[in-house]
């Protein structure tokens, strides 16, 4: 247990108690109201929200990751644009969603932060756990009667994309936090 703890408190580097809450704040809002206000396409909101959760997981500690997790689904669900009509399928998704992004997000805290792996690698392995669970997830419930066919592509090879361009995009803003800290 007390090897979690050490993996979900590590941060690439030291914030306040006030800038750390901050960017709780910004990370969540911004991957909350995302799918509401852009909506479309999914490409790039997805960038920008898998960005916000590389980049939460590299600053953020323990409970704080919480908001920046759930936030991105429950914004996509609210906005009932992402999948038009879809969008009351994404209601079985959402669960499994949550756990995509814990996924990403703890493979870049163990990996990166705990291992010191390079990013690159996290990243790689980080998005591909994240679009294998999703499209697994959603290859069930596919075969199961519950959602339609198109979510195979949106949870398995869009899922890929938007976590490694949301990878390459919190690289470049992480680098340009770290300068200014």
Known sequence: ???????????????????ENMEMIVYSVVSFFLPIVIGHPQIVVGIIVNAMLITAALNLKGYKLLPV??????GALSAGLLFGKFTVFLLYLIPFIWIGN??????????????????????????????????????????????????????????????????????GFQAAKRKLA
């Open 102 to 171: 814990a996924i990403l997000v703890f493979a870049f805290k163990w990996l990166k932060l705990r291992l010191k792996k390079n990013y690159v690698l996290t990243l790689v392995v980080g998005s591909t756990a994240k679009s294998l669970f999703l499209f697994g997830a959603a290859f069930l419930l596919f075969k199961l009667g519950i959602i339609p066919v198109m979510f195979l592509t949106a949870m398995g090879v869009v899922q890929l994309t938007t976590a490694l361009g949301g990878g390459i995009a919190a690289y």
């Open 69 to 74: 997790i759930l936030a991105p689904a429950l």
């Open 1 to 19: 247990m007390e090897y979690l703890n050490k993996i979900v408190n590590s941060q690439e580097y030291e914030l306040s108690y006030l800038a």
